[in-house]
């Protein structure tokens, strides 16, 4: 897979942390509407470090425009999903630029996700979430990879 890299940034714009921008969640159920509430997306979050799988919408029927979360306590994938495949932005590791090896996390429970698509750094990759369910933004404190 070719990939433009979008290299972090030192400053980060500044959100309002009571803002949703996403509108449907698959996590142990579906929600939408007022079901994501600040005490789901509490959970989600506090959820990740310890090993998560959910994905997030800014589409309300689930069905485009969505964000895969994975985590397994050491590696982090973020895989955006838009205009119903035709544009597509993945978290990006540049210690692992080029490596094919693989991590242990599956996307859609099936595709083996490389090192170079995972992060080490799960605190970064939780404020990459946050950002994502306040703005629907990508997070610019980490380095995004867009799927060309």
Known sequence: MELQIIPKQDAIPEFDPHTIAVQYIEYDRSYSGDQITEALIAKILKQIPSGIETILYLDPDGEDNWLEVLCDGQWLALGFCGDFGQNNYYSYNPAYAGVTEKTPLRSGGQSPIEKELALQDI?????????????????PGIDWGKQL
């Open 123 to 139: 605190e970064a990759g939780v404020k990459a979430v946050e950002y994502f369910i306040r703005t629907g933004e990508f997070y």
